[in-house]
T-cell receptor, first 116, second 113 residues
Framework: ETGVTQTPRHLVMGMTNKKSLKCEQH?????MYWYKQSAKKPLELMFV???????ENNSVPSRFSPECPNSSHLFLHLHTLQPEDSALYLC???????????????FGPGTRLTVL | GNSVTQMEGPVTLSEEAFLTINCTYT??????LFWYVQYPGEGLQLLLK?????DKGSNKGFEATYRKETTSFHLEKGSVQVSDSAVYFC????????????FGGGTRVLVKP
């Protein structure tokens, strides 16, 4: 595998389900991100991790719970979601600015989530 | 704060036409500038970048020049193909903001044969 991979690519869940999204980067980066992309809305940054530590949470509801066990893996745990949470969830990675990164991020293909 | 403004789409073109997508930005520091492309059903791909004033980024026939005096980073391609149909995002990152990316709203481009 190369680049940034995300699984699953598609997910349909009920409002009472618990599911997890997985992201893995094979680029040797040390910063990882979750974004939400909804139709007709700007791209929304949800969480930022630098060297496995969460450095940003953009007022994301607690029904979204991120986990970063190491610099290569990032999870987004989902529970009791609402239909308006249906969106494309994108993971990205970059070299941390603390390690000389210039800001370019590399994205995975996304998980298309539908909440019924 | 930082912001990126790009022209709204959709932009509809015929094959081999010239494409320009305007992008302007405001930033408190000295940002790096990027264009990303998103093909249907996929994530964002980095198309090109420029890290300082007057730099020109280029890739796959696309070009953009970092213009500090006009705070712009317009994307151009001289002859588009049907396969260039996608959504294009202008973005900036600023060390003062921890290198987070600030995105424009995206411009959908549709190239017809």
């Amino acid at each position: 595998e190369t680049g940034v991979t995300q699984t699953p690519r598609h997910l349909v869940m009920g409002m009472t389900n618990k599911k997890s999204l997985k992201c893995e980067q094979h680029l040797g980066h040390n910063a990882m991100y979750w974004y939400k992309q909804s139709a007709k809305k700007p791209l929304e940054l949800m969480f930022v991790y630098n060297f496995k530590e969460q450095t940003e949470n953009n007022s994301v509801p607690s029904r979204f719970s991120p986990e970063c066990p190491n610099s290569s893996h990032l999870f987004l745990h989902l529970h009791t979601l609402q239909p308006e949470d249906s969106a494309l969830y994108l993971c990205a990675s970059s070299q941390s600015p603390l390690a000389g990164g210039q800001g370019e991020q590399f994205f995975g293909p996304g998980t298309r989530l539908t909440v019924l | 704060g930082n912001s990126v403004t790009q022209m709204e789409g959709p932009v509809t073109l015929s094959e081999e036409a010239f494409l320009t997508i305007n992008c302007t930005y405001t930033a408190t520091g000295y940002p790096s500038l990027f264009w990303y492309v998103q093909y249907p059903g996929e994530g964002l791909q980095l198309l090109l970048k420029a890290t300082k004033a007057d730099d020109k980024g280029s890739n796959k026939g696309f070009e953009a020049t970092y213009r500090k005096e006009t705070t712009s980073f317009h994307l151009e391609k001289g002859s588009v193909q049907v396969s260039d149909s996608a959504v294009y995002f202008c973005a900036l990152s600023d060390q003062a903001a921890g290198n987070k990316l600030t995105f424009g709203g995206g411009t959908r481009v549709l190239v017809k044969p």
